[in-house]
């Protein structure tokens, strides 16, 4: 009994989920059951949205060879907006100042590399092909 008051007064209180359960060491089952038996919403998510570019700079790491490596598990970025945005499609607009066409990717060939100088959108790569082929012939 005494953990039921002491749950429903730390959600009144505006407590995460999170701390009730570390605080009480209940599990989040419990505590959730009790939150949406008091009629509480979610307690809102403590991190703070940042820039894109603050982002970027945060998830990426530079290379001695001159890439830039994207260190995220994923090359998504999620924006103040509630938006997500590739790194790569970031990274060409910076460089480009235009909307890439198509999937962007590393035109320097090292996997996550997301430097503004290396990424290629597809009409970047059908002309470089189309190079390649005038030059060596095509197939």
């Known amino acids: 009994m005494k953990i039921r008051i002491d749950i429903a007064d730390m959600l009144r209180a505006g407590d995460s989920m999170a701390k009730v359960q570390r605080a009480l060491g209940v599990s989040y089952t419990v505590v959730s059951a009790h939150r949406k038996a008091l009629g509480l919403p979610l307690h809102p998510p403590a991190v703070k949205p940042e820039r894109v570019e603050d982002t970027f700079a945060r998830r990426t790491r530079p290379t001695d060879d001159g890439h830039l490596i994207w260190t995220g598990h994923d090359l998504a970025i999620n924006t ?28 320097c060939g090292v996997t996550r590399c997301v430097h503004p100088r290396h990424v290629e959108d597809r009409p970047m790569r059908e002309a470089l092909e189309s190079q390649l082929a005038t030059i060596f012939g095509g197939a």
């Open 80 to 107: 103040v907006e509630g938006a997500s945005l590739s790194a790569a499609r970031y990274a060409f607009q910076q460089q480009y100042r235009r909307a890439p066409v198509g999937i962007v990717r590393p035109g």
